[in-house]
T-cell receptor, first 114, second 112 residues
Framework: EAQVTQNPRYLITVTGKKLTVTCSQNMNHEYMSWYRQDPGLGLRQIYY???????DKGDVPEGYKVSRKEKRNFPLILESPSPNQTSLYFCASSFWTSGYNEQFFGPGTRLTVL | DQQVKQNSPSLSVQEGRISILNCDYTNSMFDYFLWYKKYPAEGPTFLIS?????DKNEDGRFTVFLNKSAKHLSLHIVPSQPGDSAVYFC???????????FGTGTRLKVLA
């Protein structure tokens, strides 16, 4: 089954404790991206990757890191989480063509930073 | 700076009637527009798209209209069904870039 998986689905942590949210896709997509969803702000792009070893900042990259060492995986790293990073996070992937690009989303990770 | 705006946070419609969800944008470089639907506890799923060279695209009960001069996009659902109750996001990106911009979302409730 074609899918994007994220782990963990729920996480409660404390300020400053490093964490990683994993994302994996089995569709051989070049493009992967991370978003956060907050009330009243919609989905905001954190980082995206056009292919292995190629990443770039989205609209809200502060406080986050990513890496793309393999095509299927795109982990999101919070080196020193803070309460303002409490949010619902989504990973997505797609092919990237010259036309429209439909993204496939994972089920989400709800993060709470105390 | 919100480049893609959905000014109605919520909308209620009677089953069988038309639902119209609106989206405004400011960036004239956007070439492609997409609508996504999101149910609680799930990730968004793609619904329908339109390129800037068109003004209408239809897929079953869903039609997207694009008015480039007004920088306005709308999604029509006819007839609306209770299963359409979800949050709808419009999204856009300019060709040649990889940045995807989403709107703030509209929560649609279809009343049986």
């Amino acid at each position: 089954e074609a899918q994007v998986t994220q782990n963990p689905r729920y996480l409660i942590t404390v300020t400053g404790k490093k964490l990683t949210v994993t994302c994996s896709q089995n569709m051989n997509h070049e493009y992967m991206s991370w978003y956060r969803q907050d009330p009243g702000l919609g989905l905001r792009q954190i980082y995206y990757s056009m292919n292995v070893e190629v990443t770039d900042k989205g609209d809200v990259p502060e406080g986050y890191k990513v890496s793309r060492k393999e095509k299927r995986n795109f982990p999101l790293i919070l080196e020193s989480p803070s309460p303002n990073q409490t949010s619902l996070y989504f990973c997505a992937s797609s092919f990237w063509t010259s036309g429209y690009n439909e993204q496939f989303f994972g089920p989400g990770t709800r993060l709470t930073v105390l | 700076d919100q480049q893609v705006k959905q000014n109605s946070p919520s909308l209620s419609v009677q089953e069988g009637r038309i639902s119209i969800l609106n989206c405004d944008y400011t960036n004239s470089m956007f070439d492609y527009f997409l609508w996504y639907k999101k149910y609680p506890a799930e990730g968004p799923t793609f619904l329908i798209s339109i390129s800037s060279i068109k003004d209408k695209n239809e897929d079953g009960r869903f039609t997207v209209f694009l008015n480039k001069s007004a920088k306005h996009l709308s999604l029509h659902i006819v007839p609306s069904q209770p299963g359409d109750s979800a949050v709808y996001f419009c999204a856009a990106y300019p060709s040649g870039t990889y940045k995807y911009i989403f709107g703030t979302g509209t929560r649609l409730k279809v009343l049986a």
